[in-house]
């Protein structure tokens, strides 16, 4: 059954280049596909074998949009999305701000039809997914869109989630959950490595993720993607919000998180007329270490305070994070002590949609606070997967065998006995905290690019690296321009 996912992703995908001479987007063809999608399903759900009370109510349910065609159809369906988004939970979720994008009423009555010769429900769970996590592959493919700074290359998923090793009853959160790639991945780990009871099961699937990002349309995806993997019911367990703004209170035994590029945080604070009044560059927080304006670091410590005590975390930082003066001096020191930040994996470039990005893995247990004034962090192993590598989003893509040998290294079992490598090696806290701004931008490979030409990344690569470079060096000016006006 598996075979039929990638023959349902191109039937559903091939119609998409009809759309798109009438200006639908990838990314607002996804989003059409999944507020018909979850109609059919319910809709699908209160007949033979499973007889449920739909969720849908009648009037908008999936029989009233094929009942209808032409103008008519396009008139009613547009009223379905307006009126689902003001519903609670996950319908609301789903279909909060929704709009009908497909304006030729032909067209979308073809989609229509297109989505109503599958039964979805009777799919196997895994082939559901893999269907839907294949549009929002190509949906991320469509860099233009900007759509790739929300997924993860799955292969990073699975290594770190493989290394993590989430278990049964655990608390997991995703504070920048993206389209969920986190999630689907602990919860294929959870049931395929025990043999859970009812009541495991019942915590995975109800209560195990929280998840939160900014972007509305995007938690629309994460919440669509978690439910074709039968993760949730009625309740949405990702939420549209801001969460740098504030520690919720909630604490949970794994964060695992890819928080989204660039460096620059705003807060923009309201009247209670809602009328924008002052935008601040930096969250102002007292379990905060610093107030600073790099996202980054605003997302590490936000990370840390939602961990439970011997709570672990793997967070994707650029390399900024690694070496930066003043704030991020500061946390690396706090992290450091209060922590134990164990392992470091170095990432290539090349692996995301945006291009040219330089990013790193951070790996840290959460401790009780010491009384003997000892650091946590003994040893930080790094793992230097980037020098020499060189991957691409077509000619080269990075597969999860590619990550194996971090995963070897790293000895989930024991990391006391871990062993040095050519590419996996140690360095204590006092080499660290030694270091100039205690800097753990460390590297120590012979890049061979640097004496051979011919190993060169691609020109393509060298040059997003430049504009990269060059955009953030343009907003490091204008933070300074901003900070000296309020002065």
Known sequence: MANEAPAIVAKLWNYCTVLRDDGVSYGDYVQQLTNLLFLKMADEQTKPPFNKKSIIPKEFDWQSILDKSGDKLETHYRHVIESLGKQSGLLGTIYRKSQNKIQDPAKLERLIKLINEE????????????IYEGLLEKNAE????????????????????DVIQPKPNEKIADPACGTGGFFLKAHDYIMQNNTLDNSQKKFLKDETFKGWDIVPEVIRLCAMNMYLHGIGSDESQVVNS??????????FHIVMTNPPFGKKSSVTIFSEEGKAEKESLAYER?????????????????????????????????????????????????ILEQFDVHTLLRLPTGI??????????L???????????????????????????????????MTRADLDDFVKC????????????????PFSYDELIKRDK?????????????EDTENLPPPEVLAQEIADNLQAALESINELVVSLKNK
Not at 119 to 130: A, Q, Y
Not at 154 to 160: M, T
Not at 373 to 384: A, R
């Open 119 to 130: 039964t979805w429900v009777g799919l196997d769970i895994d082939v559901k997914g893999e």
């Open 142 to 161: 469509d860099v233009k869109g900007g759509a790739g700074q929300y997924f993860t290359p799955r292969a990073l998923i699975s290594a770190i989630v």
């Open 242 to 251: 801001d969460v740098l703004i504030s520690d919720s209170g909630e604490r």
């Open 286 to 334: 007292d379990d905060f270490w610093t107030t600073t304006s790099n996202k980054q670091l605003n997302f590490l410590q936000h990370v840390k305070t939602i961990l439970k005590v011997n709570g672990r975390c793997a967070i994707v930082v650029p390399d900024n994070v690694l070496f930066e003066g003043g704030a991020g001096e500061t946390v690396r020191k706090k």
């Open 352 to 361: 995301f949609y945006a291009g040219g990005v330089k990013a790193n893995v």
């Open 363 to 397: 790996f840290f247990d959460k401790k009780p606070a010491r009384t003997d004034g000892n650091p946590w962090t003994e040893k930080l192993w790094i793992y230097d997967f980037r020098t020499n590598q060189h991957f691409t989003q077509k000619e080269r893509q």
């Open 410 to 425: 790293y000895n989930v079992k024991n990391r006391l006995n871990r062993k040095e490598t050519e590419r996996f090696k």
């Open 438 to 450: 205690v800097s753990v931008d460390i590297f120590w490979l012979k890049d061979e690019s640097l």
